[in-house]
T-cell receptor
Framework: LAKTTQPISMDSYEGQEVNITCSHNNIATNDYITWYQQFPSQGPRFIIQ???TKVTNEVASLFIPADRKSSTLSLPRVSLSDTAVYYC??????????????FGKGTHLIIQP | GAGVSQSPRYKVAKRGQDVALRCDPI?????LFWYQQALGQGPEFLTYFQNEAQLDKSGLPSDRFFAERPEGSVSTLKIQRTQQEDSAVYLCASRQREGDYNEQFFGPGTRLTVL
């Protein structure tokens, strides 16, 4: 599985746009990029998934450059409730590889008033 | 509720005791996963079921760990002769279909503390 590298922590303020970048230099052709969010005392929650270019949903946007060696999770106009740990995962989500997800240490995002 | 539920939410065990952790996945979900999350770390994969079949148990740390899903719905993770290093949050997740890009839905976890 491709190894991912993301910042250990980030700080921002309410109302700002937050971008968290993840590096995955060894991403394979069949690999997808998925982001999960985890609040204290809760299990991770799926945010967004993509393969290339840009994906947007009601929560976030995911930007993936053409070489796919990195990706950026963008959270628009964050609020205090967005304080959480964000995990970038890379793997074959189509059943061709291991089905268990591989989490790193994630990025601890802290939003201040 | 419609989500994944786990019980108990908290478990304290004395070293050497056996524990059983229960997971109720979302109804109809084919796939079920167990993860272990140590403090300050991301979840680590333990084992995976497709219906009642345990297809991958490569992440189980020792033969003291045992998981089952006999009827393809509820699953139990059992830890025998608990050790202090077993202290962690144990997360269960389910997925609607096998071999799909579907997201995994996680339960709140069971926090196990071994004294």
């Amino acid at each position: 599985l491709a190894k991912t590298t993301q910042p250990i922590s980030m700080d921002s303020y309410e109302g700002q746009e937050v971008n968290i970048t993840c590096s995955h230099n060894n991403i394979a052709t069949n690999d997808y990029i998925t982001w999960y969010q985890q609040f204290p005392s809760q299990g991770p929650r799926f945010i967004i998934q993509g393969y290339k270019t840009k994906v947007t949903n009601e929560v976030a946007s995911l930007f993936i450059p053409a070489d796919r060696k990195s990706s950026t999770l963008s959270l628009p106009r964050v609020s205090l409730s967005d304080t959480a740990v964000y995990y970038c995962l890379v793997g074959d989500m189509g059943g061709g590889g291991a089905d268990g997800l591989t989490f790193g240490k994630g990025t601890h995002l802290i939003i201040q008033p | 509720g419609a989500g994944v539920s786990q019980s108990p939410r908290y478990k304290v065990a004395k070293r050497g005791q056996d524990v059983a952790l229960r997971c109720d996945p979302i109804s109809g979900h084919v796939s079920l996963f167990w993860y272990q999350q140590a403090l300050g770390q991301g979840p680590e994969f333990l084992t995976y079921f497709q219906n009642e079949a345990q297809l991958d148990k490569s992440g189980l740390p020792s033969d003291r760990f045992f998981a089952e899903r006999p009827e393809g719905s509820v699953s139990t993770l059992k830890i025998q002769r608990t050790q202090q290093e077993d202290s962690a949050v144990y997360l269960c997740a389910s997925r609607q279909r096998e071999g799909d890009y579907n997201e995994q839905f996680f339960g709140p976890g069971t926090r196990l503390t071994v004294l």
